[in-house]
């Protein structure tokens, strides 16, 4: 069992910066994929960002060039590091853990971006 806590979110201006973290229990994150995703009211839960256990780095196009996903096995940590946001960034992010059949989520962070 893996037990995930998302921190980080909150209210930045567009442009702004926010750093999302992870912090897993329970079990160690080395052998799991991790992504990040999102769900904006009214829309589908949409996948980010991912980091599979071999450091193959994956992101939604949306978000190429300004997120930038990492992963710290040692502190059984992941970050999101969110840069030049838009509104439309505006959405609950939840943390990931995958190592099939096994999947974890986390409760989610509120990310909001508005002026």
């Known amino acids: 069992q893996v037990q995930l806590v998302e921190s980080g979110g909150g209210l930045a201006q567009p442009g702004g910066s926010l750093r999302l973290s992870c912090a897993a229990s329970?079990?160690?994150?080395?052998?799991?994929?991790m992504r990040w995703h999102r769900q904006s009211p009214g829309k589908e839960r949409e996948l980010v960002a991912m980091?599979?256990?071999?450091?193959?780095?994956e992101y939604v196009d949306s978000v190429k060039g300004r997120f930038t996903i990492s992963r710290d096995n040692a502190k059984n940590m992941i970050y999101l590091q969110m840069n030049s946001l838009k509104p439309e960034d505006t959405a609950v992010y939840y943390c990931?853990?995958?190592?099939?059949?096994?999947?974890?989520w986390g409760q989610g962070t509120q990310v909001t971006v508005s002026s």
């Open positions: 990931n853990a995958l190592n099939p059949p096994l999947s974890y």
């Open positions: 980091v599979t256990s071999a450091g193959y780095i």
């Open positions: 329970g079990s160690r994150l080395s052998t799991y994929i």
